[in-house]
C-alpha cells in the first residue's frame, strides 16, 4: 500500500493542547496524543499540578508544558494560551475536557449550582475555544475536539442542568464547525458514557448503581479513559480531515438500546 491509500494517525509536529490534563479522560488524551507524536499543552487548575505529566510525555521523546487554567476565572485562559503560543508558536489542536456534573434533582437546583455548572461546561469552554479559535483562524488550520457526553443525547435523572449543558455542548460544535470551516478548522465532540475515573469511581462502586448502568450498555462494560483517548487521536488526525460538525458517541450502545 502506498501512502496515499493508508490512512494516517500521525501527530508528529502538532502541538495539542488539553484541558483537564491532570487526570481522567484528560490525562488519557494528552499521553495518547503524545504516543502519536504531538508536542502537549497540558491545561491544569495551577501548572505545578501538571509537573508529573510532563515529566512523562517528555519521557516519551516529547516536548510539553504545563500551564494554570482556571475556566472559572477566563484571565488564566488566556493567559495559559498566550504561554502556550509563545512556547510552541502554533496550537493545532485544541481539546476541550474540562466538564463538571453535579448531581440535584432538578427541585433541589440552586441557582448556585446552576450558574456553576454553566459557566464551567458553557461558558469556559466558548471562550476557551474562541482565545485559541483566534489563533487557528490566524494560520488558516486547527481541530478543536469538545468532550460532550451520552448526556447530550440521553436523559440521565438528577442531572438535567449538566444534560442541559452538554446538549449545548453538541449544538455549539456544529455552529462553530459551520463558521469556521473556510479557516480551515474542524470542530467536532466526543460523547461518553461512564468511564472509569477517578470522579466515577465513587459512584460506580455501588454495586447496584453499576448493575444499572450496565443495564443500559449493550456491548456489556464501563469504559476506560482508553476507549475515549482513542477518539480524540482519531479527531486529531489526517485520518480525520473531512469529519467536521459530528458528535461522536462512546457509549458502548447505550444510545440506541
Request: proline share 3%; aromatic share 2%; with cysteine.
Given at each position: 500500500m502506498t501512502a496515499?491509500?493508508?490512512?494516517?494517525f500521525d501527530l508528529t509536529g502538532k502541538v495539542v493542547l488539553v484541558?483537564?490534563?491532570?487526570?481522567?479522560?484528560?490525562?488519557?488524551?494528552?499521553?495518547?496524543?503524545?504516543?502519536?507524536?504531538?508536542d502537549l499543552v497540558v491545561g491544569v487548575r495551577k501548572a505545578a499540578d501538571g509537573e508529573e505529566l510532563v515529566a512523562e510525555i517528555e519521557k516519551r521523546g516529547r516536548r510539553a508544558l504545563a500551564v494554570g487554567m482556571d475556566l472559572s476565572d477566563l484571565s488564566t485562559v488566556r493567559s495559559a494560551v498566550s504561554a502556550a503560543h509563545d512556547r510552541f508558536g502554533r496550537i493545532d489542536v485544541l481539546v476541550n475536557n474540562v466538564g463538571i456534573g453535579p448531581m440535584n434533582l432538578a427541585v433541589d437546583v440552586t441557582e448556585e449550582d446552576f450558574d456553576y455548572t454553566v459557566d464551567i461546561n458553557l461558558k469556559g469552554t466558548f471562550f476557551t475555544t474562541q482565545t485559541v479559535g483566534k489563533l487557528m483562524i490566524a494560520q488558516k488550520s486547527g481541530r478543536i475536539i469538545n468532550m460532550s457526553s451520552q448526556a447530550g443525547t440521553v436523559t440521565l435523572r438528577a442531572e438535567s442542568i449538566y444534560c442541559m449543558s452538554k446538549a449545548a455542548i453538541n449544538h455549539?460544535?456544529?455552529?462553530?464547525?459551520?463558521?469556521?470551516a473556510e479557516h480551515g478548522i474542524t470542530v467536532n465532540s466526543i460523547a461518553p458514557t461512564f468511564i472509569h475515573t477517578d470522579g466515577t469511581k465513587p459512584a460506580l462502586s455501588d454495586p447496584a448503581f453499576h448493575r444499572q448502568v450496565l443495564n443500559h450498555i449493550p456491548l456489556g462494560r464501563i469504559g476506560d479513559p482508553i476507549d475515549v483517548a482513542g477518539t480524540v487521536v482519531f479527531l486529531a488526525s489526517p485520518a480525520a480531515a473531512l469529519i467536521t460538525g459530528a458528535n461522536i458517541l462512546v457509549d458502548g450502545g447505550w444510545s440506541v438500546a
Open positions: 496515499s491509500t493508508t490512512p494516517s484541558t483537564g490534563a491532570s487526570r481522567g479522560l484528560g490525562r488519557a488524551a494528552a499521553l495518547a496524543c503524545a504516543g502519536a507524536g504531538a455549539l460544535t456544529r455552529c462553530l464547525a459551520a463558521e469556521w
